[in-house]
């Protein structure tokens, strides 16, 4: 036997097994990206969304607008400083708070220079600054005509 006869003769070994007749199952990038990325993301966005949506507590608050002005590198919030004076000669205490609709803006604006009650809204767990520099979102304003302490009115 030569060497050729060797390579041309199919001899079957006792040891070796049968292939098999499955097709091989292949690595599907697109899923796992999906899984490894999409999914954690969309987590991310459904607890911004509750954050954003779902009030911790709302109250009122009543003083003289200080300072207000529109910042924000992406989106755009209006951010101001209530001072509240109860008793006249007694220190003012500050209330920093944020605006995200422009209607209600333009009501704050209207009122400066004028003793005004906040309603606001305060949301903790606000993930980042993007949406406010403080987790309390003014909703709506009135103007009081009294000078001496005002109560919330229900």
Do not use: C
Request: glycine share 10%; net charge neutral; proline share 5%.
């Amino acid at each position: 036997m030569t060497h050729d006869d060797e390579r041309t003769t199919d001899a079957v070994s006792p040891d070796a097994t049968p292939k098999s007749t499955k097709p091989r199952r292949r690595f599907n990038i697109g899923k796992w990206l999906f899984i490894l990325l999409g999914v954690p993301l969309l987590l991310f966005l459904g607890y911004l969304v509750f954050a954003l949506n779902w009030a911790y507590s709302s109250g009122e608050r009543a003083g003289y607008v200080q300072n207000f002005s529109r910042r924000g590198v992406i989106v755009k919030t209006w951010e101001g400083e209530l001072v509240m004076v109860n008793i006249p000669g007694a220190l003012a205490e500050k209330f920093n708070f944020t605006v995200r609709e422009d209607s209600v803006a333009a009501q704050i604006n209207a009122t400066l220079g004028k003793r005004v009650v906040l309603k606001y809204e305060e949301h903790v767990g606000v993930p980042t600054t993007l949406f406010g520099e403080t987790g309390i979102y003014v909703v709506g304003v009135h103007v009081t005509g009294e000078d001496g302490p005002v109560f919330p009115q229900y």
